[in-house]
């Protein structure tokens, strides 16, 4: 009996259309992560950057850019600007959540150290900055520049709303939009505002990378407990040890009793964790189908990215993005 053939991921199919635009940005990330006088830096960096991620956010500028038309070069530049504002962040990320693993290898603060992971990602950042200088699009350099921002600031809120059965789910919202949704709707828009895109064309590629962002980090959350099935398998769980609030924890404590309560404020505001309590969390959840709610929400966004793709011209391109939406849910399954 014949076993049938694997069907490629949209982001592999899309990694496929835009082969040759993607070598090009990874020509330009190796060549800008380089550096003449501190050689760490370029160690640090390929540790991550060589890690086999998937690329999606340059892969959404090159995308936006190609389904609006364009033909030149810059669409790559604002692409690798993506790239390393992303990896900054990510660099930034397990300093402050203290993490040892990253895409299944050890992070860069647990083989170098804080300090080298921190400067690194300034480092970066910088380089980020000077990409999407070189383009000269000041609206392109106004959109990025801005979604830095929105980055850090969503990183100080999600600081300050860990551990806090307090936090709300337009917190939690906000906090997505800062530290996912924010990267992934500046890099479809400046794909189209490179492209000298129709501004209803610029405002739906905003709109789609917006609700894929959010749509893709509910996701995110809802894996860290195993997806909709609950079942506990490696990594499962960090979340929960870290003490965040995501959407099924948030949507759990609201409907608890007095003993729930206790018991999510002795594990999470307390952060007083015992063996088994990932497990009674899970049950927890399920109970009050927090997790199912959850993927429902996360399909909501999908289908907000899919009707956000209308003013777009038809093609390859645009049914690639849309399937991409309701991959980012079908994780899940």
Not at 138 to 144: G, Q
Not at 159 to 179: D, F, H, N, Q
């Amino acid at each position: 009996m014949n076993t049938p053939a694997r069907v490629a991921t949209p982001i592999e199919t899309l990694q496929s259309v835009l082969a040759e635009d993607m070598a090009a940005v990874n020509a330009l990330i190796r060549a800008r992560m380089a550096s003449e006088h501190a050689p760490r830096i370029p160690e640090v960096t390929a540790h991550l950057v060589e890690a086999g991620g998937k690329r999606l956010r340059p892969l959404l500028t090159l995308a936006a850019a190609r389904l609006c038309g364009y033909q030149g070069f810059d669409h790559a530049r604002l692409a690798a600007t993506v790239e390393f504002i992303h990896t900054a962040t990510l660099l930034h990320d397990d300093v402050v959540d203290e993490s040892e693993r990253r895409r299944g290898r050890p992070t860069a603060n647990l083989l170098w150290d804080n300090k080298s992971s921190v400067l690194v990602g300034d480092y970066l950042f910088a380089r980020s900055f000077q990409l999407m200088v070189e383009t000269g699009d000041l609206r392109a350099l106004n959109i990025l520049s801005n979604a830095a921002a929105v980055i850090a600031e969503g990183e100080v809120l999600q600081l300050t709303a860990a551990a806090s059965l307090a936090t709300t789910e337009e917190i939690y919202l906000r906090v997505v939009r800062g530290k996912t949704a924010a990267l992934f709707s500046a890099a479809t828009e400046v794909g189209g505002v490179i492209a000298k895109a129709p501004e209803e064309q610029v405002l739906a590629l905003r709109e789609y990378g917006d609700a894929l962002g959010v749509s893709f980090q509910i996701a995110d959350d809802l894996l860290d407990y195993g997806g909709i099935s609950a079942t506990l398998g490696k990594n499962v769980g960090d979340d929960f040890r870290e003490r965040k609030m995501s959407l099924p924890v948030i949507r759990a404590v609201a409907g608890a009793n007095a003993e729930e309560r206790a018991f999510w404020v002795r594990a999470i505001e307390k952060g007083q964790q015992r063996e088994g309590d990932l497990e009674t969390a899970l049950e927890l959840m399920a109970r009050h189908g927090s997790l199912e709610s959850a993927r429902e929400t996360a399909m909501e966004h999908a289908a907000r990215a899919r009707r956000a793709l209308a003013p777009l011209p038809a093609g390859q391109i645009r049914a690639i993005l849309s399937d991409l939406a309701d991959f980012v849910v079908a994780r899940l399954d």
